[in-house]
């Protein structure tokens, strides 16, 4: 099947308040194009240099995501371009990202990565950081970023029982910060769980943003 016939066959399956944001990361911007081209608008990366340049040579309609773990110092370089910043992992992070949106005279979508998953090696803030976060009050005062919601990526294993388990508390922990801090913002309202292995489990779970790569764009060359 080609890039856009995989695509319109995942969008079918997903119900019309979910998202897709189509992860183009280390694929090349004619493939990028192809699911463009279908009207697909959204479009995941993880490489500040990489979101940087595509968004210099592509349409300007184009929404880019930055969907991974992002470093300080690269801020700078996507926030003329990014449309969401996925993967907010600490009120540092959330405090450069003010400071580069509103030098670049924009506010900036932003989602709280949590860390549900089992292994260590994965980034987001623990749900007691999270509400700890939250609770001390001080992204109110930034202007440059709308807190919009949360992020997760859940474990990878074929345990789909596990994998379920965490999108239900993820689903659980959004209903109650979103209750704590929320209740007056409709623009908090993203759930963003769910990738090519896992979307399904994530949409039964009540995900409405799903980050879908391989299934669209085939495996990721490798660097
Ligand atoms: C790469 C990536 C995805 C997409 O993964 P696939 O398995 O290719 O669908 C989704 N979310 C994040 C944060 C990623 O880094």
Redesign the pocket.
Known sequence: MSISEKLETIKRELPADVEL?A?S?FHPESDIMEAYRVGQRAF?E?IAQELHSKALSMPKDIRWHF??HLQRNKVKMIAPFVSMI??VDSAFLLDVINKEALKAGKKIDCLLQIHVAKEESKFGLSFEECRSLLADGKWRGLAGVRLCGL?C?ATNTQDEGEVSREFRLMGDFFNEVKQAHFADEESFNVRSWG???D?RLAIASGCNMV???????G??PVR
């Open positions: 944001v992860v990361k995941g993880n969907i991974g996925q993967g992020m990526i990738m090519s292995g979307y980050r879908i790569g391989t299934a669209i764009f495996s990721r």
